[in-house]
């Protein structure tokens, strides 16, 4: 079974941090994806990476940055957090087989920036 | 611009009638589906998908269809039970699912024992 496990499930940091999200996929998964997701607005693409070392920008990338230094690991960076990227963020995974594989979520980390 | 839209932010069911969601979408381009189904404190799940080319795809007590000169697809679960009480999320991809995703704001089921 697909394992995306987030590192955190709760976490509470202050305008200005650096924030880092971290993300781990247990299934050899050429594809990686963060989200966020906000009330009345569902699930928004911020950044997904294709394979290592390579990233594209989703549909809000401003504000945030990603790493993917190997294939497992991705992470999401707020390079000086703002109130406004409190949100619930989500990770996913899916495989590149050529044919569509659906993409499997952890279980989310919900960020609260005071 | 919101290209996929749940225009139902709730809806409530009696258990064991049928359950209907809808979506609406506006790009051209996509031309595969999916619905995904969120507990709360959880990560969305696959539930069902289907592709441009059929208009109906059916999975136990999950159907989805799909009418494209409307941009119209649904979600049908019949009978519904009370773990369907769930978010649901619409959501669309172009080159048969080989572009990103792109999700709706979702339709928070309930049903009612």
């Known amino acids: 079974d697909v394992k995306v496990t987030q590192s955190s499930r709760y976490l509470v940091k202050r305008t200005g941090e650096k924030v880092f999200l971290e993300c781990v996929q247990d299934m050899d998964h050429e594809n990686m994806f963060w989200y966020r997701q906000d009330p009345g607005l569902g699930l928004r693409l911020i950044y997904f990476?294709?394979?290592?070392?390579?990233?594209e920008k989703g549909d809000i990338p401003e504000g945030y940055s990603v790493s993917r230094e190997k294939k497992e690991r991705f992470s999401l960076i707020l390079e000086s957090a703002s109130t406004n990227q409190t949100s619930m963020y989500l990770c996913a995974s899916s495989p590149n087989t050529g044919d569509y594989q659906p993409q499997h979520f952890g279980d989310g980390t919900r960020l609260s920036i005071l | 611009d919101q290209q996929v839209k749940q225009n139902s932010p709730s809806l409530s069911v009696q258990e064991g009638r049928i359950s209907i969601l809808n979506c609406d979408y506006t790009n051209s381009m996509f031309d595969y589906f999916l619905w995904y189904k969120k507990y709360p404190a959880e990560g969305p799940t696959f539930l069902i998908s289907?592709?441009?080319?059929?208009d109906k795809n059916e999975d136990g007590r999950f159907t989805v269809f799909l009418n494209k000169s409307a941009k119209h697809l649904s979600l049908h679960i019949v009978p519904s039970q009370p773990g369907d009480s769930a978010v649901y999320f619409c959501?669309?991809?172009?080159?048969?699912?080989?572009?990103?995703?792109?999700f709706g704001t979702g339709t928070r089921l309930t049903i009612i024992p």
């Open positions: 990476s294709y394979d290592v070392k390579m990233k």
């Open positions: 959501a669309a991809s172009a080159n048969f699912g080989n572009e990103k995703l792109t």
């Open positions: 289907i592709s441009s080319i059929k």
